[in-house]
T-cell receptor, first 111, second 115 residues
Framework: DQQVKQNSPSLSVQEGRISILNCDYT??????FLWYKKYPAEGPTFLIS?????DKNEDGRFTVFLNKSAKHLSLHIVPSQPGDSAVYFC??????????FGPGTRLSVLP | EAGVAQSPRYKIIEKRQSVAFWCNPI?????LYWYQQILGQGPKLLIQ????????DSQLPKDRFSAERLKGVDSTLKIQPAKLEDSAVYLC?????????????FGNGTRLTVT
């Protein structure tokens, strides 16, 4: 039973446009959510996080939105750049324990 | 700040052999995690340490996998004997601790191939 789902295995976006990556979760006890970016042959790199007491967190070109009632979060990248091409993982945890990861979405930003 | 260090980067072994992976977390990070990432999937938690105590090992196949974190710093993960389905990337991560909403920081992983 997947507690964290990323239903789009891949996404292609033109350079300069907005990239929107989506994530759904089933466990209502999750209270901390994160996005990671992964390049080939490297470990996942932390991008941005959000606590369940917020509905939005912004860091430069990256914004994460959390909709607790829908158990849904999304990552917006504006503007998208070719260097953003990578696999993006959504993750969630409760009380700082047992971080659960989604299967990932491969983003391709086309020049 | 030095990142999470892992070695080796790659390992190829035959089934039924044993293998060990090493991890050195970021200095000052109390919590250490081992994840298994099979190709095309997200990382799956194997074990979580808080200092040198085990917090969660519910998904660790204890008949063949073992892990320890001596003195609350470095950690080793061992597989004995290995099976074909153990082929994966083994990722070590660390964080400040479970009392904080602090992110995990990952090493570059060890890619294990079991033939």
């Amino acid at each position: 039973d997947q507690q964290v789902k990323q239903n789009s295995p891949s996404l292609s976006v033109q350079e300069g446009r907005i990239s929107i990556l989506n994530c759904d979760y089933t466990n209502s006890m999750f209270d901390y959510f994160l996005w990671y970016k992964k390049y080939p042959a490297e470990g996942p790199t932390f991008l941005i996080s959000i606590s369940s007491i917020k509905d939005k967190n912004e860091d430069g070109r990256f914004t994460v939105f959390l909709n607790k009632s829908a158990k849904h979060l999304s990552l917006h990248i504006v503007p998208s750049q070719p260097g953003d091409s990578a696999v993006y993982f959504c993750a969630a945890s409760s009380y700082g324990q047992n971080f659960v990861f989604g299967p990932g979405t491969r983003l391709s930003v086309l020049p | 700040e030095a990142g999470v260090a892992q070695s080796p980067r790659y390992k190829i072994i035959e089934k039924r052999q044993s293998v060990a992976f090493w991890c050195n977390p970021i200095s000052g990070h109390a919590t250490l995690y081992w994840y298994q990432q099979i190709l095309g999937q997200g990382p799956k938690l194997l074990i979580q340490f808080q200092n040198n105590g085990v917090v969660d090992d519910s998904q660790l196949p204890k008949d063949r996998f073992s892990a320890e974190r001596l003195k609350g710093v470095d950690s080793t993960l061992k597989i004995q004997p290995a099976k074909l389905e153990d082929s994966a990337v083994y990722l070590c991560a660390s964080s400040l601790g479970q009392t904080y909403n602090s992110p995990l920081h990952f090493g570059n992983g060890t890619r294990l191939t079991v033939t």
